[in-house]
Each structure stands twice: as structure tokens, then as C-alpha cells.
């Protein structure tokens, strides 16, 4: 089966070129190092239209196939069963997945959830882990549990490797396992997409795991209890008459966890402090809002240098009577791509190393000598 949670709508397509042509641009800053001006000019011009071809071509043809598939999508998991039997403690009418989820499942419940949480409380234990422990794919190197299974509980705790509707399912078990209400959205009118919507005293909410926005273990919370005003963009539109109105703001993680700055000049410190943190963007509240304008967020955003990735404004949200302005901190190692341990990194560049030659991995010890081409590329973001 074709997974269609992946088609890319055309706002999208932009968004990715341009984030990897600000990751190409702190790539390169380096590598061009002492290789002159003109050839520094010319390898950007070149390799600039080449990202943007390939982008295009390869999301073409990933959508051209998602096309195909048209009336493929995926069904949503029942977990009645394995709930049933997590609280009557009889297991006995589960078959072998099912009594493995329940297991796995009671497993993780015994390890985060504590009697004196919260229901936000244990919705965000469950949510951290869910990021911290499953990675987004259909496929992967952990042969155990076929990409067949990706999108049931069973897939996903047993490979830690889910898609969308993998990752709501997933949520949705743990709530009602907590008692937690929850639903799970199925969009399927352009391609599938699913995600949660959670109550909370009386509020609902959504949560979209798969969307979160994070960078490796630290979860980015960019769809963590956020009302429709946030998630109703138009990308994965839903039938709002099936599916209770999510106006709560009081869990909303975005707004309660916002920087208040007394102005505008304020918001660079904000900006270094969430970098300095490892966070995937921050977001502002402004006391006064004389002079910010979007001109200003697109220049504090170009003016903010980081060695590994960019800052770009991104969205302004009404919440709770508050204006909330976000900017997402992009950096080269996002994108659904594990994380390398420092010492696996060294070790394979040490041997790497040796079987070139001797020389880095670019075949020129003089590589990073000068500075001119830095300060050449060092304004493109």
C-alpha cells in the first residue's frame, strides 16, 4: 500500500526549496573556503538552480504516485479491545499484536505516568516520548515489524517507525488508556493526513506528533494543544462537523510557553536564548507593538547568524486575546534524519580519512585557509 501522507501540497513545495537553499548556503560557507570569489560565485548560481530542479522534480514524481493511488488510505486502528483489556486486566481475546500493544503500551504507562500527574501532565509525558522514541518513515533498518504494520500501534511500538496515522493511533491508545478523551482526525481529501484532537478541562485541542517541528530528541511542541485558529490552514482540511470545535487556549503549549518581550528590540535576545536551547523555533509575545511590522521580523530574522542553519519568520497568531509571532530556527540536520552519536561521527571520519588518503573529505588539506568566500556567502539565509 502507497502511504498518501506524504503528498505535498504546492505552498509546501516553497517552503522546502527554501529551506534547502538556506541549509545548502551554511553548507557551503565552508567548503568554498580559499577557492576564489568567482568560483564561489559560480558553484552558488549552478548548485542554487540544481537544488530547486531536484526539489521540483523529485516532489513531482513523489505526487504523481500519490495520485495513483487515489482511494488507498490507510484504516484507522481499533484499539476497544486492548483498552477493554488493560482495564479489566483479561487479556485472554487478544490475539498476538494486540496482547503485544497491550504489553508494550502497559510497559511505557508504568514508566512515565505517575498517580500525581495531571491530565496535561500525562498527555505531555506521552506525547515526549512518543517524539523522543518514533521516527517518521515507512521504512527502516529495524527489520522486526514490516512497513506494513507503520501505521497500527503494533507497527509503531514494535519498530519505533511510524507514519501519520501510526503516530495518531498511537496517541490516541495512551489517552484512552489514561482516560483522556480523544479523537483522531482522518483527512483524506488532499492525500491523508491524520492527527489528534484531545479534551482537557472541557477544551479540546489538537496534537500532531507527526508535524511537530522538532530536531532530533528535542521536541519542537509546533502542534502541541493548539485550537483551530492554528491548525485550520487549509493544508488538510477536515469535516469540522464531525469533529468537536477546538477553541481551547489554556494548555496551549505555543502561547504559555511564548518569550513576552517588552518591544521589538527585544526579540533577538529571545531568538539566541531558544537557539542557545536547541529549540526549533520561538515563539513572541509583544508588550508594544509600535514599529514591528513584517519587514522588521524578516530583518531581525536575516541578521541573526547561527553556524549550523538559518532563522526565518514564519507565522502571527491570535491566542488567548494575545498576538503570538514565531520564528523557526532551521538548522542543517533536520528532516527526519536520526541523529549521529559524536563518537560514531569521529570514529567514521578518522577511517574515512585514512582511506582517502589522508586528506578530509573533500581531497584538499587547504580547504578552510582563508575567509573570503565566508564573507561571501555568509549573508544568504
Known sequence: MIDKGEKIPFKERLEINKRHVREFF??????????????????????????????SRMIDSMNKILNQAEGSFHEIYDDS?????????????????DTFVLE?????????????????????AVYDWQHRWVSYGDEGLNPIASSADNYTPYGVLRSHRAICVGNATTFK????????????????????????????????????????????????????NV??????????????????AANGTKYCYMLNNAAEC??????????????????????VILKDRTDFSGSVAEFISNSMYIDNGSIFFS????????????????RWNEGGGEDIPPEVSSKLSEIIGELNGGADQWGDEDFYETEDTYELTRGYK
Open 26 to 55: 551554511y553548507d557551503l560557507k565552508g567548503r568554498l573556503k580559499g577557492k576564489g570569489v568567482l568560483a564561489a560565485c559560480l558553484c552558488v548560481v549552478l548548485l542554487v538552480g540544481a537544488i530547486f530542479v531536484q526539489n
Open 81 to 97: 479491545k486492548v483498552i477493554a483489556a488493560y482495564k479489566s486486566g483479561d487479556s485472554s481475546h487478544l490475539d498476538e499484536k
Open 104 to 124: 508494550k503500551m502497559t510497559q511505557v504507562i508504568d514508566e512515565i505516568i505517575t498517580d500525581d500527574m495531571s491530565d496535561y501532565d500525562k498527555e505531555k
Open 173 to 224: 491508545l495512551f489517552m484512552d488508556a489514561l482516560d483522556i478523551p480523544c479523537k483522531i482526525i482522518h483527512s483524506t481529501e488532499q492525500g491523508e493526513h491524520a492527527w489528534n484532537v484531545v479534551q482537557l478541562d472541557g477544551d479540546w485541542y489538537h496534537v500532531d506528533v507527526t508535524f511537530d517541528g522538532g530536531t532530533g530528541q528535542n521536541a519542537g511542541y509546533a502542534y502541541f
Open 227 to 244: 485550537p483551530d485558529s492554528v491548525k485550520d490552514d487549509g493544508s488538510w482540511p477536515w469535516d469540522h462537523s464531525e469533529i468537536p
Open 262 to 283: 517588552e518591544n521589538l528590540y527585544q526579540i533577538p535576545a529571545a531568538i539566541k536564548d531558544a537557539v542557545d536551547q536547541g529549540s526549533s523555533y520561538v515563539a
Open 315 to 330: 507565522n502571527t497568531y491570535s491566542l488567548g486575546g494575545k498576538i503570538v509571532y514565531i520564528f523557526e530556527i532551521s
